[in-house]
């Protein structure tokens, strides 16, 4: 279980199905710390809501809500659609390859966009799902530039839970990682409630491989929101 879950979509997002306050209950029932609602940019339909992030506090002491987003690649210049007006609200910003981005480019083309936007966009915080198949990128070269900046590549449990992508690319991107000392962030991306903290997919990848364990952002509650106050700076 996944004791502070980074990657979690509303109804805010085309695709959500629950509310922020069902998602509570669920987290509440499972005896989670945490989660993040990082529904998607508008490029993919998502429908960033004003008073919640403006306004929404969680209801419940013991259940910690994060503000985030999912960004969407504009274009292979770094733009990003980031909510700027949003950004003073922002708890966490993950970035993924959508598609909104063309197909059929290569691992190269794929990797440069994301390096890119990386470095166009201190803010973001997580680079979600980059064992996507559908848009493969270079694993050694993202980890280097993720660690150079402070970010985390994320492992997605839905990825491989669905069978969206093969198990042996989390395996390579944790090796990567592994090798060149980047950060991970362990994430559901909740889309059905069911999902809300589970890594079950993913965690032998981890233990077989011998991640360490210090290097995974969301280890903890304490760790997760310990990387979220350290990139506070990044959101102005
Ligand atoms: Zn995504
Ligand atoms: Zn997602």
Known sequence: MIEFDLHVHSI??????HTVLELL????????KGFAVTDHGLTIGGRLNNPFFERFRSPCQS???????ECNLLDGDGNIDVPHMFMNFLDIVLLGIHPNTAKGQSKDAYTNMLVAAMRKNPCVDII???NDPHYPVDYKRLAQTAKSMGVALELNNSKILYARTETQSA???V???KDEGCMIA???DTHAIHELGLDDSVRPILESLRFPNELIVNRDEKSALEF???????KS
């Open 128 to 130: 979600s799902h980059p």
């Open 171 to 173: 395996v390579d991107l």
């Open 25 to 32: 209950e669920r987290a509440k029932e499972i005896g989670i």
């Open 228 to 234: 979220i106050d350290s990139r506070k700076g990044n």
């Open 12 to 17: 805010f997002s085309k695709c959500g199905i």
């Open 63 to 69: 259940v910690k809500i994060l503000k985030g987003v």
């Open 175 to 177: 090796q990567a990682c």
């Open 186 to 188: 362990v994430n559901s």
